[in-house]
Each structure stands twice: as structure tokens, then as C-alpha cells.
Nanobody, 120 residues
């Protein structure tokens, strides 16, 4: 499985960006897709995730500002980021993993990162 992320860039505080991540290859349909981020000197953290059934989970720091969605037909996950803050600056990574690990051992893939920079 390959994940191709896009949509990062430079934006002023208060602005918006939309990230996209398209999966290709041998995709297992019962999966989750998510976005993680890693700021300089910090650990990678979960930003938001969504299951193939549509259940979502958000980090407290982005609730009410970010929205994760997916198009299962396109195997693509999106992250709409509004009201961006300088502390949102990070490299954002997409990930997909199986929700039935016993059936699909090793099904856990990461995309390349995309840099989001929010200026104050």
C-alpha cells in the first residue's frame, strides 16, 4: 500500500488548509485512516482518525477546528484545517491501518510527510 499526501504549505494564523492523502495498492477495506503530526523537537502525535465506517477521533487541541473525512471509493482521506494557529506548525503524516489485525498482520502504512507552516 502506498500513501500519497498533499496539500501542505504556508498560511497565516487564522487561515485554512486542506490536506489530502490517497491510498493505492492492495487495500484492505476494513481500515482506519488518520493524520499525525510532528513538530520540531516533539514526538509524533495523532491529530485525527476516521474508520471505514465513518467513526472519527480527534486530538483535543484540534477539536472544533479540524475536520477529517474520507472518500472510500477513492481511498482518500482529507483533513480540513481551519483557524490555524502557529502551534499547528508541523510535518503532517497520513497513516492507514487495519481494524482486523489478526486477518491482516503488518497492514500498517505511512505516507510521506507534508509540511504545514502557520505564521503569526
Amino acid at each position: 500500500v502506498q500513501l500519497q499526501a498533499s496539500g501542505g504549505g504556508l498560511v497565516q494564523a487564522g487561515g485554512s488548509l486542506r490536506l489530502s492523502c490517497a491510498a493505492s495498492g492492495s487495500i484492505f477495506s476494513v481500515n482506519a485512516m488518520g493524520w499525525y503530526r510532528q513538530a520540531p523537537g516533539k514526538q509524533r502525535e495523532l491529530v485525527a482518525a476516521i474508520t471505514s465506517g465513518g467513526s472519527t477521533n480527534y486530538a483535543d487541541s484540534v477539536k472544533g477546528r479540524f475536520t477529517i473525512s474520507r472518500d472510500n471509493a477513492k481511498n482518500t482521506v482529507y483533513l480540513q484545517m481551519n483557524s490555524l494557529k502557529p502551534e499547528d506548525t508541523a510535518v503532517y503524516y497520513c497513516r492507514t491501518w487495519s481494524l482486523v489485525a489478526t486477518m491482516t498482520p503488518g497492514y500498517d502504512y505511512w505516507g510521506q510527510g507534508t509540511l504545514v507552516t502557520v505564521s503569526s
